[in-house]
């Protein structure tokens, strides 16, 4: 059945127009959520390919999409902003970036506020990663997916550092 499309409430993306589950707190349309569904999908078909970019995945997803403010979405967009900061702009590799996360959310999740959501949220969306020919292209597009997120989160980038500079992580990526 042929479906319209209309534009993601989070990202923006032009996404089947279609009823469904959706999650609790994550602020995506249904179509998108599904499509969302797809992508990981594809990589957990074939985790140890993709197990290098699968975070990036989650974490870009969750900050594209930060919901309206919650005790769940706060804490959401801060542990995926956090991982992303990580990843991106530390360097770390994909475990060490969850396990650093893990432990900075345990100290400072308290601390996690409200980030008022900047207007636009990147221009790569879901979509992009979904049109990939191939494994290569789909990890390539995740990077530049999660790169154009954080990018856009420019406005609080000083306020996610602030956050992962209060975990211990510097021990653990020293320890590479
Ligand atoms: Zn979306």
């Given amino acids: 059945m042929e479906t319209g499309l209309r534009p993601c409430f989070g990202c923006g993306a032009p996404v089947p127009d279609v009823d469904g589950p959706a999650h609790r707190y994550i602020g995506a349309s249904p179509g998108c959520w599904r499509l969302y569904g797809e ?66 959310s345990s100290r400072v999740k308290v601390d996690f506020v409200w980030l008022d959501p900047p207007a636009h949220l990147g221009d790569v969306t879901v979509l992009d990663v979904l049109d990939a020919r191939g494994p290569e292209e789909h990890m390539a597009r995740v990077r530049g997916w999660a790169a154009s997120v954080w990018g856009a989160w420019a406005p609080h980038h000083e306020t996610v550092r602030r956050w992962a500079a209060g975990g211990s992580y510097p021990k653990i990526a020293r320890g590479r």
Avoid: C, K
């Fill in 39 to 104: 992508v990981l999908a594809r990589e957990y078909e074939d985790y140890a390919r993709f197990a290098p970019v699968h975070r990036l995945t989650v974490d870009a997803y969750a900050a594209q999409h930060p919901g309206t403010p919650s005790p769940q979405s706060i804490g959401s967009v801060g542990v995926h902003l956090v991982r992303l900061h990580l990843q991106l702009e530390r360097g770390l590799p994909h475990d060490r970036a969850n396990a650093a996360m893990l432990e900075i």
